[in-house]
């Protein structure tokens, strides 16, 4: 078989045939010419017109073959076409000005959802530049062909960007049979969510029946305002996340207290103790808490409270889950803890969210958004960050969103 065979097996071009190939060092020319009495197309308006002149032969790059560079090369035609007078033609393998090929733009794209964009460029023998470009193509590509029908159940929540509090806003789809990155944009302002149900649209954001988030108010203005048929559920993890952070506050300052009036330093290395769920404690951290239990202290009260409050994810009924809320709340009140009790009345504010999630049949919570966002921050750790936030989009999007590929005569990878 003639090494001219392989690119008429993968890559057959319509209107273009593969004339002479060369091996020069490390490189693989590959002539190309267009068949004889072939017309050019438009490349402003699509429409064949006469061959005006020719260019310069340009060099487009193509998959590697056996490790070897490949390029190929072709003398651009000028069309003269009736309505935008003189242009170049339009070529099927590249687009524009661009000097990769479609085929080697998805190829790069591809491995850069596996590795690293730097590894890539290396391991390819390229630029990042072209990697960065080739994703950011495939991604333009699937954002305009997805399809965003048939979402019923989304979340919302951040992740922080870059130091400094800059963050960002990511939407999820999280049915059951899909869940994947629909939406990304700067910063968590409530202008910022807005621009997601702008772009989704009035008829796919009346099918939403559930909506998972956070606390943070401006994400609750704007769910209350544009999906208010949904079911609001507030964000589990959150809540035991504030209790765990109060639960903390108070054994810092009752350690500073039994320091300052020269007790033993009971307190000292509780922490994870503390904080840990009980199933989670090795054989030494369940010696030191039931120590610390033998103590009448804050910190033992307000862990007492928190365990209590796990108890409330074990109903199955939401009127007896609501029945306990009310409980606990009261008891947390007149617990004299401040920070313990900052955190009720935020869950008292919202405790109709919070109940949500029995009125959903505790099918969707927000632990899938934060699996989600984990793989984000893997992904901009992979490349030690981002400069500039839209690179940093166009890979979240590549790596979450599932998007669609342009069609290959073959598949590379």
Known sequence: MQVKTVPNRVHKVKGFVYEQIRFLRDVIEVDVRPRRGSRPYCSGCGRRGATYDHLMRRRFAFVPLWGIRVFLLY???RVDCRCCSVTVEMVPWAEGKRHLTHAYAVFLARWARRLSWQDVASILTTSWDNVC??????????LRHR??????????????FRKGHRYLTVVYQIDQ?????????????????????????RRRTA?????CSDMWQPYLKVICKKASQAIHILDRFH????????????????????ARQGYEPVLKHSRWCLLKRAENLGKKQWVRLEDLMCYSLKTVRAYLLKESFQVLWEYKSYHWAGVFLDGWLKRAMRSRLEPIKKV?????????????????????????VEGLNYKIKLTIRKACGYRTLE???????HALADLPEPKLTHEFC
């Open 344 to 368: 009720a009345r935020s869950i008292r504010a919202h405790d109709a969210l919070i109940l949500n999630w029995f009125a959903a049949k505790k099918q969707f919570s927000s632990g899938i």
């Open 391 to 397: 690179v940093a989009e166009t890979a979240i999007y």
């Open 75 to 77: 003398a651009m035609r």
């Open 177 to 201: 049979g899909c869940r994947r990155l629909l939406w990304v944009g700067r910063d968590r302002t409530a202008k910022t969510l807005l621009r997601f149900f702008r772009m989704l649209g």
């Open 207 to 211: 099918a939403i029946r559930f909506v």
């Open 147 to 160: 399809s965003l029908d048939g979402i019923t159940a989304i979340g919302v929540d951040e992740i922080q």
């Open 239 to 258: 809540i035991v996340a504030r209790l765990n952070k109060a639960i903390d506050e108070v054994r810092a300052a009752g350690a500073k207290e039994l």
């Open 133 to 142: 470009r080739s994703v950011a193509r495939v991604v333009e590509y699937g």
